[in-house]
């Protein structure tokens, strides 16, 4: 062997994926050797948390909050009027837009009495587990922007993403998962630093799980890299001996590199993601009841995101820290009348069926769902041929929701103004969403920070304040 070989060079001409390598038993040797700790064991968090875990339910392309879940009674009366001020900075229609009412009834729901529209009446059933925030804005309408803007807190500069700082800030519960999973990304979105750790240690970046449509079933395997088609367990071993060698080396003679250690880090955890990964796509032990309210079939098809909501409480289950599942379709410029429908007709059960099952199985105290997009949009109509009308991007005033452990049920917080524009009452930023969902992790925002360029960095920058009106 050559005495200058450092690990990187070993790392950069291995023949064989990385995931394929069982790394377990010598870590615990490499730990002896120089006090390795895993970047990824589990941390206490700053204060008691009022949950463990966070499922993201992202709706990308900017669903109509005005066709959902924000009631506005004078849009009803106002349809085809004028707008009667200057629309948003953050909106992005022509210059004399009209005023177009939603083509969907809203009516109230459970013992608090929130308005939900008659496309989720699933969800309505729920209504007093939800905590809706009104009164969203940023200052863009553009998608990639609005999307990075949701995940990061900023649409300007390259940012770790909220799940990057939750693993960061609290390691990893399970040691045969990742700690943090984006399911069925869009591309761009991947593409455009939504799921990055950005400066954070790269072992903070998200595992993406892919293709996940039918549990049990996948074409092909939906983590890249997982399965080695080429050594057996024993001449993996053989050949990760020979690389935590010049681990353990390198470490001897040079400081921490935080792209090695992430290798490696994946290296242990991958060997163990061969059984748990296909054990988590497994079906078969669900039951048909549990499939039925979800609105899977037996064999566990059906419904796409629906999979998703079942595999998103299976990962809960079993120690993934923040879980992020996602739908497209919401980019409604025209035929809002159906699209929202078909839309809401794909999330609907599937998450009502997300929130019973997670009661029924003690889960739903220490969890917490976060849905939303990257924006909402106008109440004004974007004019098509035929009367096919549809909604334009608005990040002027929308809803986001959350329910579960920690945060108040049946709870209409903020407002946007009368016909839905921007928002009006108890303004929310993406900052104080994000310094909430910390704090509800027991993370204090202010004090959870890393140092790169000369400056101590946070999630949410030096203006995010946590909501607290909507804590329990």
Known sequence: ???????????????????????????????????YVSPLAARQPHFPAKVKRVIFMFMEGGPSHVDTFDYKPELYKADGKALPYEQPKAGTVGKEPKLMKPPFKFAQHGESGLWISEVLPHLARHADDLCLINGMFHDTGLHEAGCVMMHTGEFRFTRPSIGSWIT?????????LPAYVSVNPRDRNESSGCYSNAFLPAVHHATIMRGVSKLGVQKSPPIRNVNNPILSTSEQRRQLDFVQRLNVRYQQQKQSDSQIDAVIESFERAYRMQSAVPELLEVGSETKETLELYGLKSDGSGNAFAVQCLLARRMAEAGVRFIEISQGGWDHHAGIATGIPNACRGIDQPIAGLITDLKQRGLWNDTLLVWGGEFGRTPVLEQKPNNNHGRDHNGAGFT?????????????????????????????????????????????????????????YTLTDVDGEVVRDILA
């Open 168 to 176: 960061y800030g609290l390691g990893s519960e399970s040691e045969n």
């Open 400 to 456: 986001y929701w959350l329910a579960g452990g920690g945060v108040k049920g049946g709870l209409r917080y903020g407002a946007t103004d009368e016909l839905g524009y921007f928002a009006a009452e108890n303004k929310v930023k993406v900052h104080e969403l994000h310094a909430t969902v910390l704090h509800l992790l027991g993370l204090d925002h202010q004090k959870l920070t890393y140092r790169y360029g000369g400056r101590d």
């Open 1 to 35: 062997m050559n005495p200058s070989m450092t690990r990187r060079d070993a790392l950069r001409t291995s023949a064989a994926g990385f995931g394929s390598l069982a790394l377990a038993a010598l870590c615990r040797q490499a730990q002896a050797a120089d006090g």
